[in-house]
């Protein structure tokens, strides 16, 4: 692009950095102080706003730019991303929303430690939240990286590394001036620009079609190289059993990881009742559910328009087959009107990227100061001094996620998020399900279920091929791979669920009847709830 468009698009950039920035500011001067100021926003919420939220949290960067990029690439089995990240919040509606929201207070660690001891149980979920969010984090580093090196005009590393470095810096900032109320309507704005950006762009696909869905795909399927296989199961997934099991796992992982997400459990804490939480999820599926429906025209009107092969010129994994695709719908490079819907769909992916790494960072700096640290400090640690580790804490965090991102930026950001929803759903969801379902579940079941499937996905994954041993791993020179999937959700998220009933069938600490029967009133009728 030349450079009075780079001019424009950055500005559009900086617009929006500017609102979020302002936002924050204005929450910092009109907040208590609190922990469940800086948590939970003050629990005033509506349903509508809080739903929103959850959306603006969810559609990450693996929705807008890593799942359209995997569908341009690979058809049929790219839609697998889809279908699995929506079905998942069935899960949490009937499972999960209104149980959590009623038992816990802040975190995942208040719904289990409530029944059990609460060191050991605190340490052991606040390190798997602390995991998997920073997990989720590296996928949006590196979809920052990839989306503004492109909006720069070029893949240079060193554009690519000052963006995440960047990123980490504002994400930073937003949670540490403005905890959960600024997190929050910086996350209802990102919703509503990207559902806007969405619609427009799905419109101008199908526009470019005729409305005819069926010329779409067949387009697509052309464009692609691979004929009729791409509309087909198989092209990714297919090939061998290794591959027909990694499709298992990876949906597995999909589906159940949700509802072990910390980010998205801590955003039921945000409204003042149950019934509220539960309504938030059902506004959240309506946008959720609309915004992966138009992810599918999207990733195969980038195939149809583009051609696959030109989407994976620009970027290896897919990443950038969204703005690209904008580009040419505007009127093709170097077009006034390319430039311009470019930019727009840039700087939306660009809040997109914003609002979620601002949510997870607050999720898991909660975890470092309301679990870890409490917890070793016992009753001593005061809320306002919780509340200044939690400020600490995202800057480590921050940290953290600015290296692993540096390194996984060649990767596909959706497949990265894949990987940490089969660590939530190894080590979360079954201490989880555990706690609030099964009468005599003990502490040692607890640590257990925690630590027996976050090991293992974590061992699993640095042991794939993911790591090493192929050309798309980390470090593609050595091979020290011998777990053969990708994704290792298919083997430890059953590890989780048997090493929580090992530890408590195995367990001489005798459960507390009085203490289940405390939870499930409070899980059923929001008696005592906080």
């Known amino acids: 692009m030349s450079g009075h468009h780079q001019t424009l698009a950055l500005l559009l950039f900086s617009a929006f950095i500017a609102v979020t920035l302002g936002i924050t500011t204005w929450v910092s001067r009109n907040r208590r102080g609190s922990a469940e100021e800086f948590y939970a926003g003050g629990r005033l919420f509506s349903p509508l706003e809080n739903g929103f939220a959850i959306a603006g949290d969810y559609m990450s960067a693996a929705s807008f730019l890593g799942i359209s990029g995997l569908i341009a690439l690979y058809g049929y089995d790219g839609m697998l991303y889809s279908v699995g990240f929506l079905v998942a919040w069935l899960v949490v509606l009937l499972l999960v929303a209104e149980l959590v929201r009623n038992c816990g207070r802040f975190t995942l660690a208040d719904v289990v430690a409530s029944r059990m001891s609460e060191r050991p149980v605190r340490i052991a979920a606040g390190t798997s939240s602390v995991t998997v969010s920073v997990l989720y984090l590296v996928a949006q580093m590196v979809g920052a990286g990839s989306l503004v090196a492109l909006l720069l005009g070029g893949t240079s590393e060193a554009a690519r590394s000052w963006t995440v470095i960047g990123v980490g810096a504002l994400m930073v900032i937003y949670v540490s001036l403005g905890g959960m109320r600024a997190t929050t309507w910086i996350q209802i704005v990102k919703a509503v620009l990207l559902m806007a950006g969405a619609i427009a762009m799905t419109v101008l696909v199908l526009a470019r079609f005729h409305g005819d869905f069926n010329q779409l795909l067949n387009s697509a399927a052309e464009r692609s190289g691979h004929g009729r296989e791409f509309l087909a199961p198989g ?93 040419d719908l505007g009127g093709g490079a170097g077009s006034t009107g390319g430039t311009v819907l470019f930019a727009v769909v840039a700087a939306v992916a660009f809040a997109t990227i914003l609002a979620v790494v601002a949510g997870i960072t607050l999720a898991s700096s909660a975890s470092v100061a309301h679990d870890l640290y409490a917890s070793l400090k016992r009753r001593r640690a005061r809320q306002h001094s919780e509340v200044a580790v939690a400020r600490v804490a995202a800057a480590g965090i921050g940290v953290a996620a600015i290296a692993l991102g540096l390194l996984a930026r060649d990767l596909n950001v959706a497949f990265l998020v894949g990987l940490a929803f089969a660590v939530a759903a190894s080590a979360n969801l079954p201490v989880l399900l555990y706690s609030l379902f099964w009468r005599n579940f003990t502490t040692r079941g607890a640590v257990w279920a925690v630590y027996g499937g976050l090991v293992p996905a974590v061992l699993l994954v640095v042991l794939s091929p993911v790591v090493s041993g192929s050309q798309e791993a980390l470090f593609p020179e050595v091979d020290f791979h011998v777990f053969p999937l990708q994704n290792p959700g298919l083997v430890s998220i059953p590890l989780g669920f048997l090493a929580g009933w090992i530890g408590t069938v195995t367990s001489t600490e005798l459960p507390d009847e009085a203490k289940h029967a405390e939870t499930e009133v409070r899980a059923l009728t929001g008696a005592g709830a906080v």
């Open 235 to 327: 092209l990714r997934y297919g090939g061998d059993w290794t591959a027909r099991l990694d499709f298992v796992s990876l949906g597995l992982a999909l589906v159940l990881g949700t509802a072990g997400l910390p980010h998205i459990l801590s955003r039921f804490y945000t409204v003042p009742t149950a019934r509220a939480a539960r309504r938030s999820v059902v506004w959240s599926i309506g946008l959720i559910g609309s915004f992966y429906l138009m992810t599918i025209v999207l990733g195969f009107g980038a195939a149809a328009v583009l051609g696959s092969d030109e989407v994976r010129k620009s970027n290896a994994a897919g990443n950038t087959a969204v703005p690209l695709l904008a580009l």
